[in-house]
């Protein structure tokens, strides 16, 4: 069956950092989601991208967000300078469709740690 | 704005004992409604969903859900857990015309069942 996957499932990193988190969603679909949760705190989106372009963002995803399609099937999460108010899971997810039929199917989550 | 609450943070059942959790969101329109689960170690998987139609759904594993439009609700049950149904549970909704994919979250629902 496919899936998402995402590497690295855990990554620790110094306040300051760049962080690059890697998904490689379904080969067949064409959305692509970052969500994160804070530890004890809800899974909350962060942007959603569909033809090389962001087509939505919430107001966590700030100018030290970036995303990206470099090629043909990886979707990265970029952090520029990292904070320690963003340890947290990382889920990528992706879906063949949008709207009323869009089921997302989500990856295992990347866990960043900011020391 | 749209928002999702799971009234139980932890939830401790014996196996064969019957579980319902609560999910209810604030959207006066049109929603799509989902629950997720996610066991220790893995990624989030859908157990069911409602679109439209019979209010009652089937999941996988056992579980259903029913839609209360009237109660803004969407509870999950099983009529008889199982030590393997230990995860965490998510209840998310996309809401609104423009319904591009973003999913909002529950703050999730930590099921432990005791063998």
């Known amino acids: 069956e496919p899936e998402v996957t995402q590497t690295p499932s855990h990554q620790v990193t110094q306040m300051g950092q760049e962080v690059i988190l890697r998904c490689v969603p379904i080969s067949n679909h064409l959305y692509f989601y970052w969500y994160r949760q804070i530890l004890g705190q809800k899974v909350e989106f962060l942007v959603s991208?569909?033809?090389?372009?962001?087509?939505?963002k919430s107001e966590i995803f700030d100018d030290q967000f970036s995303v990206e399609r470099p090629d043909g099937s990886n979707f990265t999460l970029k952090i520029r300078s990292t904070k320690l108010e963003d340890s947290a899971m990382y889920f990528c997810?992706?879906?063949?469709?949008?709207?009323?039929?869009?089921?997302?199917?989500f990856g295992e989550g990347s866990r960043l740690t900011v020391l | 704005a749209q928002s999702v609450s799971q009234h139980n943070h932890h939830v401790i059942l014996s196996e064969a004992a019957s579980l319902e959790l609560g999910c209810n969101y604030s959207y006066g329109g049109t929603v799509n409604l989902f629950w997720y689960v996610q066991y220790p170690g893995q990624h989030l998987q859908l157990l069911l969903k409602y679109f439209s139609g019979d209010p009652l759904v089937k999941g996988i594993k056992g579980f259903e859900a029913e839609f209360i439009k009237s109660k803004f609700s969407f509870n999950l049950r099983k009529p008889s857990v199982q030590w393997s149904d230990t995860a965490e549970y998510f209840c998310?909704?996309?809401?609104?015309?423009?319904?591009?994919?973003?999913?909002?979250f529950g703050q999730g629902t930590e099921l432990s069942v005791k063998p």
């Open positions: 997810a992706s879906s063949r469709l949008a709207g009323r039929n869009g089921e997302l199917f």
């Open positions: 991208f569909y033809n090389n372009e962001i087509s939505e």
């Open positions: 998310a909704v996309k809401a609104g015309r423009n319904q591009g994919g973003k999913l909002i």
